[in-house]
């Protein structure tokens, strides 16, 4: 006990200048999840292994090892509690999400599941400013709204093109999608705030834009899952269900007195 908990040690002070998730660096969960592997994953209990595994395990495509290093995650995880420290990350999340790609990325973790999660996020974002510039420029520029959509899609680009052909790298990916979150923040208060005594419903989009920034910092401050299961990435896809309402009800109003200000223009003409 006393060589794992010199090794945790280690490890946790390490883990500051490693790249990647704590947890599945952990020499203690590497050995786990290799003796469990050996143990179960072949032969007779393999077979044993498949007859006994649910039909929606199944269907999700859950294999022997990878049900070996979500058993190992826990006792890891029991290991580090045990001697006083943090409970570590594993494979860059610990818990559940919504949202398609979202669901279907932690229904069935691989490769191409968590680049659909990560490249469907920051189109989200890059969409939103796209959507900011078209309703405080390009309805009396189209032009302009227009070049700003290829220069988003050329970014967007070679945004996924780094990430899949060079390197998947985490930490460039979240301060991506923060620096073009920042930008869509201040765009949106700033048309906001030049407009809100002209157009009152403006304040439900201030209230939005406020709200999901506000909201954003669950998914930059990471903590233990509540009852092991609801984590900040979780809390934070609940919580924004009633945004998304708000902003709705924004759009309503504001398609509303656009059309209202059409249709006077048109009498005028």
């Known amino acids: 006990m006393a060589g794992r908990a010199?090794?945790?040690?280690l490890l946790a002070g390490a883990?500051?200048?490693?790249s990647g998730s704590q947890g599945d660096r952990e020499p203690v969960y590497r050995d786990c999840v290799l003796q469990c592997e050996e143990r179960n994953c072949s032969g007779g209990a393999l077979k044993h292994f498949r007859s006994r595994q649910p039909i929606y395990m199944s269907l999700a495509g859950w294999t022997c090892p990878d049900d070996c290093k979500y058993?190992?995650?826990?006792v890891t995880v029991g290991l580090y509690l045990q001697e006083g420290h943090k409970v570590p990350q594993f494979h860059g999340k610990v818990s559940l999400n919504a949202w398609f790609w979202s669901t279907v990325f932690h229904t069935r973790d691989t490769d191409l599941t968590e680049k659909m999660d990560y490249f469907c996020?920051?189109?989200?974002?890059?969409?939103?400013?796209y959507l900011c510039c078209v309703r405080t420029v390009g309805l009396q520029r189209p032009a302009v709204a227009s070049a700003f959509r290829a220069l988003l899609l050329l970014m967007?680009?070679?945004?996924?093109?780094?990430?899949s052909l060079i390197r998947f790298d985490y930490g460039y990916n979240l301060a991506a999608n923060v620096a073009i979150g920042l930008v869509n923040m201040v765009w949106w208060l700033a048309w906001c705030l030049r407009n809100q005594r002209r157009l009152p419903h403006v304040r439900k989009c201030v209230a939005v834009v406020l709200l999901l920034q506000g909201l954003?910092?669950?998914?930059?401050?990471?903590?233990?899952?509540?009852?092991?299961?609801?984590d900040a990435h979780a809390i934070w896809h609940i919580s924004t269900i009633p945004v998304h309402i708000l902003f709705f009800s924004f759009l309503e109003d504001d398609s509303l007195y656009l059309l209202k200000e059409s249709e006077a223009k048109f009498k005028l003409d």
């Not at 010199?6 to 040690?9: D, F, I, K, Q, S």
């Not at 058993?71 to 826990?74: I, V």
């Not at 967007?156 to 990430?163: G, K, N, R, V």
């Not at 910092?217 to 990471?222: H, K, M, S, T």
């Open 216 to 230: 954003s910092l669950l998914e930059l401050l990471d903590f233990p899952p509540l009852f092991w299961v609801l």
């Open 121 to 129: 996020a920051s189109t989200v974002i890059l969409h939103s400013v």
């Open 15 to 18: 883990a500051a200048v490693a």
């Open 71 to 74: 058993e190992c995650m826990w």
């Open 156 to 163: 967007l680009t070679a945004h996924i093109s780094y990430l």
């Open 6 to 9: 010199a090794r945790l040690v």
